[in-house]
């Protein structure tokens, strides 16, 4: 029953991806059919850059109080202490799936995430998941229950029967309606201090964060604290994710460690348009081109021909024809100038 639960749900799924939603709209309908089947109390899904694995897009079942304060110290838990089932400890098991319950109890006991930020809303278990595919996250989610019943190991292995049909969907998700993001009324530039807050910001970062902040209330606070904190826990002191704006514009936000003798924890975060590169890197990523075939398709893109392409990349041509063949077949063209068209395209 469960198995014949999973697979109806896995296909239900792959419908919604094929529907055109945005992430946030996936999202909410894939956790109504996940809900179906694993009931839950609340829940919070976010995609990620699946280069860096900073959240990028943030999606709750029901209206989430969440303050500045619980944002930053939900980033830190997540991306700087020891806390029990981390999103990225998730990603680098066999079954990324875990229960709060299962983690060692001097964990548990220990967990800013659980005792400090769910627990005082009345959630006291939990059920967390990667979402991989191709050795990839492309999002991560968490389910929340109040009252005494845990999550059943049945309910556990139908999420893990689905992340990876939901990190398919996010893919999906990502490179539908792509554009180009234009900045308007100057350079968009935040000053965060030691605990995450907001210190300083341009008119610009100003009006840019409140327009978010009012379509989709929290949302980009998340997204924002969780790039500093993996700034703060980096050796080089940066991080960056790449994320859509309010009209499906992409966007690089990237936090760097301020070196300044008065306060060493400030960081500064950016916000400019995503390159011509870092967008076709994520396209390719999305479209699930293997490494060679992302060169080949970038070769494609700069306008070599099959001879130049070969050359460049030491392989032969009759190599390139196939790595050409399972290009065009993944993005669904029959050219190289629909390729080029659909990769590049806006809007």
Same mark, same amino acid.
């Given at each position: 029953?469960?198995?014949?639960?999973?697979?109806?749900?896995?296909?239900?799924?792959?419908? &919604?991806?094929?529907?055109?939603?945005?992430? !946030?709209?996936?999202?909410?309908?894939?956790?109504?059919?996940?809900?179906? !089947?694993v009931?839950?109390?609340?829940?919070?899904?976010?995609?990620?850059?699946p280069?860096?694995?900073?959240m990028?897009?943030?999606?709750?079942?029901?209206?989430?109080?969440?303050?500045?304060?619980?944002a930053?110290?939900?980033?830190?838990?997540?991306?700087q202490?020891?806390?029990?089932?981390?999103?990225?400890?998730?990603m $680098?098991?066999?079954? =990324?799936?875990? %229960?709060?319950?299962?983690? *060692?109890?001097?964990?548990?006991?220990?967990?800013?995430?659980?005792?400090?930020l769910?627990?005082?809303?009345?959630?006291?278990?939990?059920l967390r998941?990667?979402?991989?595919?191709?050795? !990839?996250?492309?999002g991560?989610?968490?389910?929340?229950?109040?009252?005494?019943?845990?999550?059943?190991?049945?309910?556990?292995?139908?999420?893990?029967?689905?992340?990876?049909?939901?990190?398919?969907?996010?893919?999906?998700?990502?490179r539908?309606?792509?554009?180009?993001?234009?900045?308007? $009324?100057?350079?968009?530039?935040?000053?965060?201090?030691?605990? $995450?807050?907001?210190?300083?910001?341009?008119?610009?970062?100003?009006?840019?964060?409140q327009?978010?902040e009012?379509?989709? *209330?929290? %949302?980009?606070?998340?997204?924002?604290?969780?790039? /500093?904190?993996?700034?703060? @826990?980096?050796?080089?002191?940066?991080?960056?994710?790449?994320?859509?704006?309010?009209?499906?514009?992409? /966007?690089?936000?990237?936090?760097?460690?301020?070196?300044?003798?008065?306060?060493? $924890?400030?960081?500064?975060?950016t916000?400019?348009?995503?390159?011509?590169?870092?967008?076709?890197?994520?396209? &390719?990523?999305?479209?699930?081109?293997? =490494?060679?075939?992302?060169?080949?398709?970038?070769?494609?893109?700069?306008? !070599?021909?099959?001879?130049?392409?070969?050359?460049?990349?030491?392989?032969?041509?009759?190599?390139?024809?196939?790595?050409?063949?399972?290009?065009?077949?993944?993005?669904?063209?029959?050219?190289?100038?629909?390729?080029?068209? %659909?990769?590049? @395209?806006?809007?």
């Amino acid at each position: 029953m469960w198995e014949e639960r999973a697979e109806r749900a896995r296909r239900e799924i792959a419908a &919604l991806a094929t529907d055109g939603l945005d992430l !946030s709209a996936l999202y909410a309908a894939a956790l109504a059919l996940v809900r179906q !089947s694993v009931p839950f109390d609340q829940a919070c899904w976010a995609g990620v850059d699946p280069d860096t694995m900073v959240m990028n897009s943030v999606t709750n079942w029901r209206p989430w109080p969440v303050t500045d304060e619980y944002a930053v110290r939900f980033a830190q838990s997540e991306y700087q202490g020891n806390e029990p089932n981390t999103f990225a400890q998730l990603m $680098g098991r066999p079954r =990324p799936v875990a %229960r709060i319950s299962d983690a *060692p109890g001097p964990a548990v006991a220990g967990s800013i995430r659980i005792n400090d930020l769910l627990r005082p809303l009345g959630l006291v278990h939990e059920l967390r998941g990667a979402f991989r595919v191709d050795q !990839s996250c492309w999002g991560v989610g968490s389910l929340f229950r109040n009252g005494a019943v845990d999550f059943s190991d049945r309910e556990m292995e139908f999420l893990a029967a689905v992340t990876g049909t939901l990190a398919a969907a996010t893919r999906i998700a990502t490179r539908a309606h792509h554009a180009v993001w234009h900045q308007h $009324g100057g350079p968009i530039i935040v000053l965060a201090g030691d605990r $995450g807050e907001l210190r300083a910001a341009t008119p610009a970062a100003t009006t840019w964060l409140q327009a978010l902040e009012d379509a989709a *209330p929290g %949302r980009f606070s998340m997204v924002l604290y969780a790039v /500093v904190e993996q700034a703060k @826990a980096s050796r080089t002191g940066t991080a960056r994710t790449r994320m859509r704006d309010l009209d499906a514009g992409w /966007v690089v936000l990237q936090a760097s460690r301020l070196l300044t003798g008065d306060d060493p $924890g400030q960081m500064v975060v950016t916000v400019e348009p995503a390159t011509t590169g870092q967008l076709l890197t994520l396209l &390719l990523a999305a479209y699930g081109f293997t =490494p060679r075939e992302q060169e080949v398709c970038l070769e494609l893109i700069a306008g !070599s021909p099959d001879a130049d392409i070969s050359r460049h990349l030491f392989i032969s041509p009759h190599t390139v024809h196939d790595h050409l063949k399972s290009i065009f077949d993944k993005v669904g063209v029959g050219s190289r100038g629909e390729l080029v068209a %659909r990769l590049t @395209a806006t809007g």
